[in-house]
């Protein structure tokens, strides 16, 4: 296992699978394009793509804009992913 | 099979191979430029590739355009595809 | 072979192994940049690489611009590209 | 070990391992689309995807616009990550 | 050898491998910043990056700007490779 | 080894490894979106990832704007980095 | 060794091997975003980073604008090397 400084490089500590634990939670979803999409989170890999549940859309300025349902979102698009529970920490 | 907190990262929870349960379904699928095509979701691999039957191209104000018949959209031009199984649920 | 909800993940059913039923066929290809062009497809690979012959330029508004004999456009400049064959199916 | 002109090649010099040693420290980090997140680095991988804890939305101007809780940031967005630690040295 | 449809997958009728029939004959290439370029192909790789002899350059309207000698384009840059000899056919 | 025209083909010319020998030393970063950071060049990766020590930013017009102590610039960020070494070769 | 027609598919043909017999020679390096270095090439990459001694930079119109010693350029900005020898061919 590589180190750096006493710092164990840890796959298990990596963002990517950290973010598995928001699988089944409510995630916000912010694209490059400005829009953001709210919904449960299915599931997501290392590419970003995820499949998110009863996604909500809103513009920038927070106007919930519609519905669709199940929607898969294409990794590459997006900015960041919002960890609702984090919120609460 | 690597965890992190109890969660499995399982392959088959994946978006990619969720999205395989769409597949012969009616799907609506939005691009970066914001043109949006609707139809039957013959197949798509990884990159998103999607192979779309008797497909309709909308403008982004919902309004039809035309018929395509097949078209093989190229992956890395789409925003997101949305199942529309999912609305019914 | 890996299968999600009984859907056989195939890769004889992916996207642009379809495609290779449209070799020697006459497609059209739309690009990013809103160009059209028809020809017949003489091969493709897995990254939209697609050599035309005969390949008809057009502009957005199905205008006939020009011919250019055979040309390779690069599969990453590719908006989608339309199987004729399927417009009579 | 590769070496040129005497210089070692060593992995563990990278700066992709050296960021390592920022990990649960306070980092500030700037987005190609100029907006500026800073909080705690909880993990960053070799794409620099980072997961931040706590974080605050800073305009260009330094305007502080909101607190997100966590984020997990796609790593092709980001311009650079700025090592607070790094302004006491 | 894969196959679909009774088609052959067949390498040797990729578009990359069949434009190696071109290598030391003319061709013209367009750029996505709608530049031109004709000269003698060289040689090409699976990238589309082409070494091109006694090159030309072209601008949108046709309009000859300037000789360059040999170039190297970075395939990332093309559009499409026209085929001179296509239009003989 | 490969060969062309007696040109050994050499990995320990390439470019990446050469700016191993500006380590520790004082370079000139310009970004693709015409910032300017100088500082001394801690580690490079091959992505051209760089960990930059008491980094100055100047704009376009070679005005120091700020010092942002360490910064890890992304690599695909990168337009060039000026081995500020070379000047007094 | 593959073959198309009767046409060798020769790695030692391909066009960034080709290039090496420019290594320690003048070239010109055109940029997407239009500027134009000259220089020595010291060596070069798959990639097309470009390692270049004595560099001057030009604008659009072919006014010298500076000089900046050794300066490591990031492949992907790159339309096209210039290889100045070909022009006395």
Do not use: H, W
């Amino acid at each position: 296992m590589a180190q750096t400084n006493n710092v164990p490089f840890n796959m298990g500590k990596k963002p990517m699978f950290a973010l598995q634990k928001d699988i089944n939670k409510e995630v916000t979803i912010k694209l490059k394009n400005s829009l953001v999409y709210k919904g449960l989170m299915l599931n997501v890999d290392i590419y970003m793509n995820v499949y998110l549940q009863n996604a909500d859309e809103y513009n920038e300025e927070g106007k919930r804009l519609t519905n669709y349902g199940d929607i898969i979102i294409r990794g590459n698009n997006i900015l960041y992913i919002q960890a609702n529970e984090g919120l609460l920490k």
